[in-house]
């Protein structure tokens, strides 16, 4: 039930083309963004892992036309506009200066960058290089970076795209649609569209998903009055987890037979939504998981950027690779199957399921084809 909210049944779920990969971005309620390109970069990755004829131009051209925009979810990510209303609260505390995240507090600074975009026009952090580029002045890029990423996250400017990956920023006045509702949102309205996206794009609701990385007793509070409210009416249902942790779900997806899953290896992205709670993926799937890129590399056991594998209903393993682009190589470094049932004996359905996998994958890379290793190293978790 998780995998088919989550859009990992199916091959194309959503559809294909620009309108699947804004149904897919609805649907999931973020994609996040982030810097590492060992592969395609995360945002890329989860999209094409739902859209199988996904482009970045789609991203791109949903973003010039103001159906999706950048900001924060608990991390940097693509929103569906629809939900611009929700990201006022963190804007709002981003302009008082009372976000423990405050990019910079010169008032001077941000009040000349933010007269020079409304005189110029969209503008990246370079072109306000010291035209000496000797490093000094206000006009130096780390102080007027800091001073463009505090405008944009306190939502006077908004990004229009993106040139490679440095963020292009225009006043918000000119960029947001007029249509879109700008009234922030009560906590109370805040933290019930937590919990609607949670039950949407997960089946099932526990308080740590709702409140992932947004601390607060107050808004703990707001999330227990509104579960024991929904369960008072029967719009919820309480239910436990595998672990014994409680959780809540609709009575309707309790009433419904499990979708069924097909014979299909899905390479993930270490940011995909479905991976991306660690502690949610080991009560679900048993599956503990993390990118060992922020490890030591003397306390690594998968590699450097380990991707995890799904086959069917189940993450059976870890991938760790590198696309090498411009040799259009995708070097396997290692491959590792944790499964058990796959372990003892690897079906021959799997193996071609996962050669499948790894070709689409090498094919999303702008890589050819790899072979499958010979000799996998099948370990238990």
Known sequence: MVLERQGLLKREPFGRGKAATLRAIEQL?????????????????????????????????????????????????????????FALPKMQRMAAKADRWVRSRNTGLLQDVLARIREEGALKARDFDAPDHSGGGWWNWKPAKGALEQLFMQGDLMAVGRDGFEKIYDL????????????????????????????????FATSPAVLYLRPGASLRTTLQQILEERVADSILVPVRLPDGSPAFAEPELLERRAPVSSNRVSILSPFDNLVIQRKRT?????????????????????????????????????????????????????????????????????????????????????????????????RAA
């Open 29 to 85: 309620g973020y994609v996040q963004i982030d810097t590492i390109s060992v592969v395609a970069r995360a945002h890329h990755h989860v999209l094409r892992t739902r859209v199988s004829n996904y482009q970045p131009e789609h991203l791109e051209r949903l973003q010039r036309e103001g159906r999706i925009f950048e900001y924060w979810y608990h991390a940097a990510a693509y929103l569906p506009i629809t939900d611009y209303r």
């Open 172 to 203: 918000t006045e000119r960029v947001l649609p007029a249509d879109v509702d700008t009234g922030a949102p009560s906590e109370r309205e805040f933290v019930a569209h937590l919990l609607d996206a949670t039950l949407r794009t997960q089946g």
């Open 282 to 378: 080991r009560t679900v799937f048993g599956f503990d998981y993390q990118v060992e890129c922020y490890v030591p590399e003397h306390k690594r056991r998968y590699g450097y950027f380990c991707l995890p594998i799904l086959y069917r209903d189940r993450l059976v393993g870890r991938l760790d690779c590198k696309a090498h682009r411009p040799e259009a190589r995708l070097e396997i470094r290692d491959l590792f199957i944790e499964d058990d049932a796959l372990r003892v004996r690897a079906p021959a359905e799997f193996l071609a399921a996962l050669q499948d996998g790894l070709d689409r994958f090498a094919h999303d890379n702008g890589c050819a084809p790899p072979a499958l290793p010979a000799k996998a190293r099948w």
